[in-house]
């Protein structure tokens, strides 16, 4: 794998990865509105993460237009596959994410059961 695929694939990981954990947070503010309790910082954080996925988009559509206009690796199958190909370092530093994300994860299954 290339460096310039690598990045690709790393941006595009973290890209479905910001979309996953916004996508959390909207379904908890959805939840929480139907009693009127949606608190209005969680909708401030939910259009932060918006705006971070939207800005990890637009830079992959720049960066890597004939990519992106292929769809490469946009397929979950086609991702796991080409992890074990990145360097040690970016298979870390994209662990983290995922670990990030898992936390993220916990967190707003602990604010649905409050």
Known sequence: MTDQEEAYLALLCLRNSTF???QLYWTYI???SLTGQ???????MLSVLWEKQQG???KLVSAY?????AEKWHGQDEMNDRLGDMTIQTQEDLQRICQTEMQM???VSMMIKQ
């Open 56 to 58: 990890l988009h637009d």
């Open 105 to 107: 994860m916990q967190l």
């Open 20 to 22: 996953r954990i916004a």
């Open 65 to 69: 237009p004939e990519d992106m206009a």
């Open 38 to 44: 949606a608190p209005p910082i969680l909708i401030i």
């Open 30 to 32: 959805k939840l929480r």
